[in-house]
């Protein structure tokens, strides 16, 4: 049966990446992004399969009407994948609160209204896919990224809440943890705080450890993706990545053995 995608942030990266695959897959997508320029081209070989729609998912409203739109364009919706977002890059000290609003408002406000938007269609058609694209990095902060993994963070735990709300209706939610691509996150997808010179040296060890990989092709996490839209009893977390996985595995490790070793302090209060 030919799908009905609709796909946030499509015009590049990972968004872009699935469009095309599932373009290529025979199915048809809305693709919605602020710049929708990038994706001439597929436009051009699927003229009667994508439709692209212009959309800052930061506006609740403009939001709910573009999806009314979406629906409206091929009569169903089969595949939501939340994928729009930002980076906002720095020590949280540095941030500041028109900068941490306004990442918060792309990854968890913007995917919020997303999500309500598509949930009554879904719903009533009794079928449907949510695809919340989220990171690796959820399971805890870490240094210069850490308001990045919180927003990311709450997506997940609402993302948790929607799935067991929506199962009911036939909807299935899978939280996909993607490891790191090369999606241009780190260069016109971000906003880097001014640097607090206390921080530096913690700051030249981070850059040191990351390195200059840029890290795979978005392409190459697309067939997963295809993958995981067909299987009928989906999970509800996936991690998209052989090493994210391995790295994911060793730091609930650790953080279940530093649980263990503080278990007697734990039990000494009720609860």
């Given amino acids: 049966m030919t799908r009905v995608w609709f ?50 998912v930061t506006d609740r409203a403009a939001v709910f009407a573009t999806v009314g739109k979406a629906v409206a364009a091929f009569g169903r919706l089969d595949v939501v994948v939340n994928n729009a977002g930002a980076l906002l890059l720095g ?23 997303v999500t309500q938007a598509v949930l009554p269609h879904l719903r009533d058609q009794g079928s449907g896919r949510i695809l919340q694209i989220t990171t690796m990095g959820t399971g805890g902060g870490f240094p210069m990224v850490g308001l ?16 067991m709300e929506a199962e009911q209706f036939g909807v299935k939610l ?10 241009g996150l780190f260069t016109t997808g971000t906003t880097a705080t001014t640097p607090d010179p206390n921080y530096q040296k913690l700051r030249d060890q981070l850059i040191e450890m990351w390195g200059e990989e840029a890290g795979p ?19 509800r977390r996936l991690i998209v990545g052989g090493a994210s996985f391995d790295i994911v595995q060793q730091s609930l490790g650790a953080r ?8 007697h302090l734990s039990r000494r209060a009720a609860g």
């Fill in 256 to 263: 279940m053995g530093e649980y263990r070793a503080w278990e």
């Fill in 174 to 183: 899978t939280i996909v943890q993607m490891g790191g691509y090369d999606t």
């Fill in 217 to 235: 092709a978005p392409a190459t996490a697309a067939p997963v993706i295809m993958e995981l839209v067909d299987l009928p009893d989906p999970p």
């Fill in 7 to 56: 796909i946030t942030g499509a015009s590049r990266g990972l968004g872009r990446a699935f469009t095309e695959a599932a373009l290529d897959a025979g199915d048809r997508v809305v693709a919605v992004a602020r710049n929708l320029e990038p994706l001439d081209d597929l436009a051009g070989r699927h003229p009667a399969d994508l439709v692209r729609l212009p959309l800052d």
């Fill in 148 to 163: 990045y993994a919180a927003g990311k963070s709450a997506l997940d735990s609402i993302s948790d809440a929607v799935a």
């Fill in 91 to 113: 020590m949280v000290e540095e941030a500041t609160e028109e900068q941490i609003r306004a990442h918060f408002d792309v990854n968890v406000f913007g995917a919020l209204w």
